[in-house]
């Protein structure tokens, strides 16, 4: 029998990405729409210091009283994962939405604005790359300016995450047509549902998969 469980016996974290998430971006139309809903704070969203952004990740993630769905978007998806090294324990599975290219940052920040730093060492160098104690999905597209659909690619197969190629969607934010999202939050519904159903680390269990298939998000339009 499927182990369903109900949408609110999750706690659901928001992690934006780089500049943040506005009040058009369908990470706060989502948090306006799931129960026990919030946004991790204490984050310079201007400065991309994956140590900072990982560690209030972490404090959030501390004070959870039961298990953690989150729900990232770009450089946000990078830190989750990084903060997930020290507490994967709380963490229930993870959403990852267009996550950015590790290589274009430093931990001092992206590299375009840290480069006279020396040394700088890129945080793709210290992400894992092994399966995730946790079920994830990383969702990219074929022409996203943060990162290459197959660079996308690489991390979710080193993560164990079920990968989702939306097509033609941009960097899945506002500025590509993604306010209201509803395909993505049926998504985001269904996995909470079926939580104990889902594989963790294992890229080839596709077959545990077969509910959401209705469910993988389409283009929307700018």
Known sequence: MKNTLAPDYFDTLIVPGYHGSGDAHWQTWFEQHLPHARRVDGIDW???????????IVRVLEMATQPVWIVAHSFGCLATIWASQQIA????????VAPADPWRFAHEGLYEQV???????????????????FPSV?????NDPWVKLTTAGFWAQ??????INIGNAGHINTDSGFGLWPEGLALLQELQSIHGELPRGNVDAVDAYSDIQSFQP???SA
């Open 46 to 56: 201007e400065s991309p210091q994956v140590k900072v952004w990982s560690a209030q």
């Open 89 to 96: 324990d709380k963490i229930a599975g993870v959403f990852l």
């Open 115 to 133: 480069k006279s730093i020396t040394p700088m060492r890129s945080i793709a160098e210290d992400l894992p790359k092994s399966p995730l104690p």
């Open 138 to 142: 990383v969702i990219a597209s074929t």
């Open 158 to 163: 080193h993560w164990g995450s079920y990968f």
């Open 218 to 220: 389409l283009v929307r």
